[in-house]
């Protein structure tokens, strides 16, 4: 285990779905590793996964000087009539073209299937071939409802549970806040077909590979209630509603494209003309100061829907929000100036041997640097977006002690002495200023 990078240990893990939830260390994770069966150890340990470093050998060099005193081939010609190229004569053979290989197959991709055509996948998931992942919750073909509620996933019916961007496993996630299920389920009541719409581009022709599976994992632990079965054996849903997702980009199926709507309305919706006017779409992107983009909105807009935000249907999410960026014309002060710095360079010696802790630092110096006031303690600081308890225990060291010891770790005592430095440096030439203004 002692040979495997933290980052590749923690990869392996995500990949096969294990919960990282609370772990913060390289211990942490062997733990976690060391709990599955040997079976699946061995390929993390196994002689295919742990390359041994290349070593140039004199046998190797040695067989290549001799290839190269190998004296090229050469075939007799001639007829023995001393006309042309006679006998005896020799001439340079061509060596002969490789024949191309044919790519292996890939299993993930699916391969058999035809454009423009609905297959089957596992567990009731349909494949509209090639661009379109989708399922039904209790909705069937043509049963139809003139109001339509129509929502995104991801930032609007659930956010992740870790506080990351991006979901770090198929459990990596809760509702944006208490009351969604229960507006969702009342929407129902009330007379409206409820869908969701997302896109899943990473997904792409892999629709039989592990991003598939984990999002199909995820939208049915989201749309069935929790431990409750059908007596057909299968799960028990909340509340009818039909999920889609664009598997492609730049695909007319994928968001802001209206591909998603137009089939819904073509299929589990041809026997009844939906009423625009009273149905509506729901989701996070929304041109808003801190949002990625306005894919939702302008989604909404080409499918003519009205538009709403999550907080106009749901109310507030319980997650944490991004600060609010400084106008122009504000104090462009970073009060935790310092400390942002420590949490850039450990990222910067942390990412060599772990992607993942490197880039929650850099998020959390992000944060730091437009916070509008200078932090006091792990409480406050984990109540910021992209902060968490790993690195809420780093900042209140350092609000406690002055220094971090991973930079020690990491840098020695050097470094330390160096920020030490600075930092007396810095409050002696305060104390002069103040010195000089009494």
Not at 32 to 55: C, H, N, R, T
Not at 316 to 333: F, I, M
Request: with cysteine.
């Amino acid at each position: 285990m002692d040979k495997v990078s933290t980052g590749k240990l923690k990869r392996w893990l995500v990949e096969r779905g294990v919960d990282l939830k609370g772990c913060f260390e390289r211990g942490d994770l062997v733990k976690k590793a060391e709990e599955l069966p040997p079976s699946q150890l061995s390929s993390l340990l196994g002689d295919g996964e742990i390359a041994e470093p290349k070593v140039e050998s004199k046998y190797f060099a040695a067989s290549a000087a001799k290839e190269e005193e190998k004296p090229k081939r050469r075939k007799e010609t001639g007829d023995g009539d001393g006309d042309g190229v006679g006998d005896g004569d020799a001439v340079e053979e061509k060596p002969k073209k490789k024949k191309k290989t044919s790519k292996k197959e890939d299993p993930a991709e699916f391969q058999e299937a035809v454009p423009m055509q609905v297959h089957d996948l596992d567990r009731d998931w349909k494949y509209f071939c090639p661009a379109m992942i989708y399922k039904s919750y209790g909705v069937s073909e043509g049963e139809g409802r003139s109001k339509v509620a129509a929502f995104d996933l991801d930032g609007t019916l659930i956010r992740t549970k870790s506080g990351n961007t991006f979901a770090i496993s198929a459990q990596d996630w809760c509702a944006f806040n208490p009351k969604v299920f229960k507006v969702m389920e009342k929407l129902h009541r009330d007379g409206y077909r409820l869908v969701v719409f997302s896109n899943q581009g990473g997904i792409s022709k892999k629709v039989r590979g592990r991003a598939s599976a984990n999002l199909r994992t995820k939208v049915d632990e989201v749309m069935c209630k929790k431990c409750s079965t059908d007596p057909s054996g299968r799960r028990e849903i909340k509340f009818p509603v039909v999920f889609f997702c664009a598997n492609r980009k730049d695909d007319t199926f994928r968001k802001p494209a209206a591909g998603m709507f137009n089939y819904f309305c073509e299929t589990f919706n041809r026997s009844v003309e939906v009423d625009l006017k009273n149905s509506f779409y729901c989701g996070d992107m929304a041109g808003r100061e801190g949002d990625p983009g306005d894919t939702d909105k302008t989604f909404a807009a080409n499918c003519g829907l009205p538009f709403k935000t999550p907080e106009e249907v749901f109310g507030e999410s319980t997650g944490k929000k991004a600060l609010p960026k400084r106008d122009k014309d504000e104090d462009q002060t970073n009060f935790n100036e310092e400390l942002c710095g420590m949490f850039v360079k450990i990222a910067e010696e942390i990412g060599k041997v772990d992607k993942f802790k490197a880039r929650a630092f850099r998020k959390a110096a992000e944060t730091l640097k437009d916070y509008g006031k200078q932090v006091e303690g792990k409480k406050e600081a984990m109540k910021l977006p992209g902060i968490g308890k790993s690195i809420g225990e780093k900042v209140e060291e350092y609000c406690t002690t002055g220094k971090i010891a991973l930079m020690e770790e990491l840098f020695g005592d050097v470094e330390a002495t160096k920020e030490k430095a600075k930092k007396e440096a810095e409050d002696k030439e305060q104390g002069m200023a103040f010195a000089f203004m009494d």
